[in-house]
């Protein structure tokens, strides 16, 4: 009997825009998710939306999660996320990102419960959605040049 596959509400993927940021005392920017009884932590960031670049979505999803001003530095990985069941798709894009200005608060959704810089040494023993630790550590390690080019918005 073949394999019933999922037939999903939504045809196309989410996109997500994720934001590092570490500070001169060597803390990365985090965020507290709380979903019932579920607590993790996760990159700042959020869904693209229409329009937008990945630029301007990492700008404005860290001003409204953290009250913080950022400006992009480079494109460091993307990833996906597929739900066994198919029922969820999200295409993560990372970029790195340094604070500019603005006063660290925590937004208005729902869904948070704190923001806070947490020591860069800890990012491999805290419950981290999706669960990039490693790849980010990579990423920032000294001499480090891997990462993505991103060639920008090419419509002529």
């Known amino acids: 009997m073949p394999k019933r596959r999922f037939t999903p509400k939504k045809t196309i993927p989410t996109t997500r825009v994720s934001v590092v940021v570490v500070n001169k005392e060597n803390k ?15 990159l700042p960031g959020g869904r693209l939306e229409y329009g937008e670049t990945f630029e301007e979505c990492a700008i404005r999803e ?18 996906e996320a597929l ?28 869904v948070l419960a704190g923001v806070d810089f947490l020591p ?26 891997k990462g993505i080019r991103y060639l920008g918005n090419l419509w002529v």
Not at 62 to 79: C, H, N, P
Not at 98 to 108: E, H, P, R, S, Y
Not at 121 to 130: G, V, Y
């Open 62 to 79: 860290l001003k409204e999660e953290t009250g913080l001003d950022v400006e992009v530095e480079r494109f460091l990985f993307l990833s």
């Open 28 to 42: 990365i920017l985090l965020v507290r998710h709380k979903k019932g009884n579920q607590r993790y932590w996760v």
């Open 120 to 145: 860069l040494e800890d990012l491999a023993k805290l419950t981290l959605f999706p669960p990039v630790s490693d790849e980010i550590l990579e990423a920032l390690s000294a001499g480090s040049s």
């Open 83 to 110: 739900a066994p069941d198919r029922s969820r798709h999200i295409v993560n894009i990372f970029i790195k990102a340094k604070v500019v200005g603005g006063t660290m608060k925590l937004g208005d959704e729902p």
